[in-house]
């Protein structure tokens, strides 16, 4: 069997290249392990899948942080208005909420999936489902692909079988070992987008407890970095988006139960340290004989609130007890929560993976290797990672458009 482009996998990344690919009028072939495409797709935002965020592409880049210059071409090329229009042109209407997120306005991540499926289907794709790859070979001016059902012969090959987590998804690292069997340097996959494991146990007492906006600091190698957004206490540690977008930054450092890097958790970052102590001595002054404990949830849950005034030895304290000393102590605690990250969760529970394919041997314009002509990537196979918000799968769709735009010619 022989075709111009063979796409391996077929999600996010791996639909879009056959899309742009068969547009551009070359014969098409996907071929996935799983019954079904897009497994991890729908998995994506909760089963709702944030798809896009409202950023330009501008802004894309710099949110990638160094990853993001080799990302430009290809966001500017397909930035997040175009996929937005692409899905739209297609009968999925998109809605943004308050946080640029951008979801399908049906909130249901199976309408990405099958309008993707069914465009790739009407511009000629041939899928093969349930067909694992077990080798890439290059044979003369062909690539040889072994299946479990057979041998295909094919010009182009867009590896975009993702990374290492949500491996139940069908994304168990093949493609980097396809990859590394054709020449190419593979960075450590590690955890990104995970929850964090602190050495305090204390977080496994309020578990399930959020704080809708936060701001998280630490300092890398003398270095600050700060994150901001929802935040929720886990069994082990802490979790949601602040806590994720964080771990991205964290994940190259950890783990390290040794020297546990420390972060310190603003409650209430709409608030400044001054205002705070004025309004705490106010509800002080209005319910004097309430417990400090009572005090502070008014500012923070409830049960955050008894945590810390545990911490602090005074959650039982009246509050017109509450020396001035003590209580700004508490202030500055709810200012600044410490808490010392010792690892993140195992990779298979991350949203993304960090590492993989190296982006120094890939044309960040077209996706082709520099190492193997005809050999292109897209997607989380690649050496890149972004925050929460949309902003992987928009990677993936815009690697993705490209390389099977480039592989078509």
């Known amino acids: 069997m022989g075709t111009d482009v063979c796409i391996?996998?077929?999600?996010?990344?791996?639909?879009m290249a056959a899309i742009h690919s068969a547009d551009a009028k070359a014969e098409t072939i996907v071929v996935e392990g799983n019954t079904a495409a897009g497994r991890k797709l729908l998995q994506t935002g909760g089963g709702r899948c944030n798809f896009t965020h409202i950023a330009s592409a501008g802004e894309m880049v710099r949110a990638f942080?160094?990853?993001?210059?080799?990302?430009?071409?290809?966001?500017?090329?397909?930035?997040?208005?175009?996929?937005?229009?692409?899905?739209?042109?297609?009968?999925?209407?998109?809605?943004?909420?308050?946080?640029?997120?951008?979801?399908?306005?049906?909130?249901?991540a199976s309408d990405v999936r099958d309008v993707l499926v069914n465009i790739a289907k009407k511009a000629g794709v041939r899928f093969y489902f349930g067909k694992s790859v077990k080798r890439i070979m290059r044979d003369g001016d062909l690539f040889a692909i072994h299946t479990s059902g057979g041998v295909i012969e094919a010009e182009k090959v867009i590896i975009a079988t993702g990374g290492v987590s949500w491996p139940q998804s069908?994304?168990?690292?093949?493609?980097?070992?396809?990859?590394?069997?054709l020449g190419h340097r593979i960075i450590e996959p590690r955890a990104s987008l995970v929850p964090l494991v602190t050495r305090e146990s204390w977080p496994g007492e309020i578990a399930g407890t959020a704080v809708e906006e936060v701001k998280i600091s630490a300092v890398i190698e003398g270095r600050k970095i700060a994150v901001s957004g929802p935040m929720m206490f886990t069994d082990d540690g802490i979790g949601g988006p602040a806590a994720l977008d964080l771990s991205r930054l964290l994940t190259d450092y950890l783990p390290n139960r040794e020297n546990p890097i420390e972060i310190r958790i603003d409650m209430v970052c709409k608030t400044s340290e001054s205002e705070l102590d004025k309004q705490i001595c106010g509800h002080i002054a209005d319910n004097p004989k309430k417990t400090v404990a009572n005090i502070l949830a008014f500012f923070v849950p409830g049960r955050?609130?008894?945590?810390?005034?545990?911490?602090?030895d005074c959650h039982c304290l009246p509050a017109c007890e509450l020396k001035k000393d003590m209580r700004k102590k508490l202030v500055r605690l709810v200012k600044a929560v410490p808490l010392s990250i010792v690892s993140t969760r195992p990779i298979d529970g991350a949203i993304v993976t960090r590492g993989g394919v190296s982006v120094d041997e890939v044309q960040p314009k077209t996706m082709e290797s520099r190492i193997c002509p005809g050999l292109f990537f897209a997607g989380e196979v690649l050496d890149v990672d972004g925050p929460c918000g949309g902003y992987n799968l928009q990677m993936c769709w815009s690697t993705g458009a490209l390389a099977g735009r480039s592989a078509a010619r």
């Open 170 to 181: 069908g994304s168990r690292g093949d493609g980097y070992r396809f990859a590394g069997e």
């Open 8 to 15: 391996i996998g077929a999600g996010a990344a791996g639909l």
């Open 65 to 108: 942080g160094p990853r993001g210059r080799f990302l430009s071409y290809g966001l500017h090329e397909f930035p997040p208005q175009y996929v937005r229009d692409f899905f739209r042109r297609s009968g999925l209407e998109s809605r943004v909420e308050q946080d640029g997120c951008v979801y399908p306005a049906s909130g249901r």
């Open 304 to 312: 955050i609130a008894a945590i810390l005034c545990k911490l602090l």
